[in-house]
Structure formats: C-alpha cells, structure tokens
C-alpha cells in the first residue's frame, strides 16, 4: 500500500498548489444555493405552504429543514465528482500513454483511485469546515445526534467510492469507443437531478423512487444526507448501509472485469 499512499501525498501536495480552485468550487456551492433559496421561497410563498411532504412518507420539511438539506446535498455532490481525474484517464487511454501503468506492479483501478482522493483532498477539508460551521448555526437540524454525524461520516466514504467506481466503468469504455468524454459529461448533468443534488430525490414521485431504489444513485447523495439531517433510525441506517456496502462490492467486481476484458483487447497505440 506504500506505492498508492505515495500517490495520494504527492497529488494532495498538487492540490495545495492550486488553493484558487476551492474558492471557485465555494462560490459554485453558494451560489447554487442562493438560486435554489430564491425558488423554494416562490414556491412556499406563492403555495402558502408552512411544510412540504415527503413522497412515501409522513415525515415532512419546512422551509428551513428543507434548504439546510438542499445545501448539505451540493456539497455532498461536490465532494463526489471525478472531472479531472476522469478527463485523464480517458486521455490515457486514447493517447496510448496507459502503457506505462501496464510494465508496473501497481493496479490502474486504486492508483486512480489515490489520484481521484488526492485531487479532491483540498475539497474536503475546506468544505468540511463549512459544514462545521453550517452544524454550529442548526444544531437541531444538522447532526442532531453523535449517531448522525458518524453515520454521515461512514455513508459519505460509501458515497465517494461508489461515485469512483461509476466513473471507472465509464472510462473504460474508452477502449471501445473514440470519445468517451461526453458520456462523463451527460453523467454529471443527469446526476445533478437524479442523484438529488439540487431536488431531494424524497420529493420525487413515488413512481420515480420505485427505480431509483433499485440502482446506488440513492446512496450518492440523499443517504448521507438523508443520515446527516437524522431521517434514519439506526435500523433503518443499518439496512441501507448494508446495500450499499453491497453496490460497493458489486461495481467494484464490474470495474475490475470490464478492465481486464478490456486491457485484454488492447493494442497499445496512440493517436
């Protein structure tokens, strides 16, 4: 594991380098959330509603609740993109430049996956401190409990791992196809809706929520929200976090046999 903990420390040293990036990436976040308080404002306003239902649910939000959530969810779908990293490997792939990972005793799956943690690192630590402070300003909303924030802590890890192995299995179909680039691109604006970055997916119809439940997009964003906000009983937590730890195993076992079929086939050339 020395190899890979050396690829971590030196992309989080790149990251430190560029400090600007974070700043941006806060920007993005705020200003997300100044748009999405602006609309749930028209809408309450508009609707006379004082709360708004959960579908499937008897629980419900009120405004408050519900924009602490909306906000947790752009940072939580912040901390889990892969951009950079995936841009990379896919210009790996297509500039023959994978080569030299082929003559090493390192695997390509966890090396990019140091890479992937050491590039967002910056991210982390920044953001984290916004959710302290975001903690401090609604105790009884954000992390109610000591149970909450460990279980935000431990579904969020899930969230991130399983947001890489998605990536993963996207990339690697730049083996069989020219550009995979715009894949990755309609991946992240289709998960800025159905991952529920912006909308909470609890407020989706409850027709919609059948399929989600059947795919890990809701363990991307809305469980560790979902944790961090105290919507889940410990049964409950336990249950879900059982399936994603399921998923985990799953698209990782994908990731690595969708690779090995496709390093089988490859011809190293570039272009």
Not at 105 to 115: K, L
Not at 171 to 193: D, H, K, P, Q, T
Request: proline residues 3%; aromatic residues 22%; charged residues 10%.
């Amino acid at each position: 594991m020395t190899k890979y903990f050396s690829v971590l420390r030196i992309n989080w040293i790149q990251a430190l380098e560029y400090r600007g990036n974070a700043l941006i990436g806060l920007f993005a976040i705020f200003s997300g959330l100044f748009i999405e308080y602006q609309i749930w404002t028209l809408i309450f306003d508009s609707s006379n509603y004082t709360e708004i239902a959960i579908s499937g649910s008897d629980q419900t939000f009120n405004f408050l609740q519900l924009i602490v959530f909306i906000f947790l969810s752009i940072i939580v779908g912040q901390l889990k993109s892969s951009w950079a990293t995936s841009f990379q490997m896919i210009f790996e792939i297509r500039q023959g430049l994978i080569n030299k990972y082929l003559i090493r005793p390192i695997s390509y799956f966890w090396y990019h996956f140091m890479m992937f943690i050491g590039t967002n690192s910056l991210y982390y630590i920044v953001y984290t401190l916004v959710i302290i402070c975001f903690a401090a300003v609604f105790p009884e909303i954000l992390f109610p409990t000591i149970q909450s924030l460990i279980g935000f802590i431990l579904s969020l890890i899930i969230s991130i791992y399983l947001s890489y192995c998605i990536y993963f299995i996207m990339v690697c179909f730049a083996f069989w196809f020219g550009e995979v680039r715009s894949i990755v691109l309609a991946y992240n604006l289709g998960m800025l809706m159905l991952s529920g970055q912006y909308i909470p997916i609890r407020l989706f119809p409850e027709k919609a929520l059948e399929i989600i439940r059947w795919t890990p997009l809701q363990y991307l964003v809305d469980f560790p929200v979902s944790t961090a906000v105290g919507l889940f009983s410990f049964n409950q937590w336990l249950y879900n976090f059982s399936f994603a730890l399921l998923w985990c195993v799953l698209l990782t076992g994908i990731s690595f046999i969708i690779y090995s079929k496709a390093i089988s086939q490859y011809e190293a050339y570039g272009q």
